[in-house]
């Protein structure tokens, strides 16, 4: 992606990649699920989606965005992310696949099609890879996002990684502090089918 790193964390990678996507066209949805409006919204809203990966084992690049202009869902918004990318820059370069990032427009948690993609992307290029010479899971990011006088801003992201526990995370970014929190747990059956068991917050 040009302009964007390379950084030399994951994390510092995931939060940067934040305000790229949600500031996309129709990447927000700027009112409440209950709003009048909302449905109108709805119509036009986009999904966004990129990878996160590496070459060099030490820095960590993101792809260019891919979108799906075509929804043939009216209930869900999907993004086709490819398997794998092509990076003109180190044509003979073995790509290390780190984080599989997309936007909520609605601002909803992981879905269970979230997760079986990402288990699908693990099943391509493996549950963990080097990178800084430890190994580190494969893990998917959805982000959300707020208008603040009328421009679409990073709000925090849902993060799941499959190969390091159950949970899925919530990051909530406030005046520059991010604030993390388990929101739900991960069962996948026999069969292969994640169900996501939510965590009640207490009042």
């Not at 510092?12 to 949805?29: E, K, T, Y």
């Not at 099609?113 to 290029?125: G, K, P, T, V």
């Not at 006088?149 to 970014?173: L, N, Q, W």
């Amino acid at each position: 992606m040009p302009n964007f790193g390379p950084f030399e964390s994951v994390g510092d990678a995931i939060l940067a990649a934040c305000p790229v996507l949600m500031r996309q066209p129709h990447a927000l949805i700027p009112v409440p699920k209950t709003d009048q409006n909302f449905s109108v919204y709805w119509r036009t809203a986009s999904e966004y989606c990129a990878w996160l990966y590496s070459v060099d084992g030490e820095h960590v690049d993101m792809s260019l965005m891919a979108a799906s202009p075509v929804q043939d869902d009216p209930s869900k918004r999907r993004c086709d992310l490819p398997a794998r990318v092509a990076d003109s820059r180190h044509p003979d370069g073995t790509i290390a696949y780190l984080v599989m990032l997309h936007n909520h427009a609605s601002g909803e948690i992981l879905s269970p099609l979230d997760l079986n993609a990402i288990a699908e992307m693990a099943s391509i290029h493996g549950a963990t890879t080097q990178f800084i010479g430890q190994q580190i899971s494969i893990s998917i990011v959805a982000y959300f996002g707020q208008e603040r006088d009328g421009k679409p801003e990073c709000a925090g992201f849902y993060h799941y990684v499959p190969a390091r526990s159950d949970e899925i995370m919530r990051y909530t970014v406030d005046n520059g502090r991010l604030t993390k929190k388990v929101i739900a747990r991960v069962a996948w059956s026999d069969k292969g089918k994640p169900s996501i068991l939510l965590i009640e917050e207490r009042p």
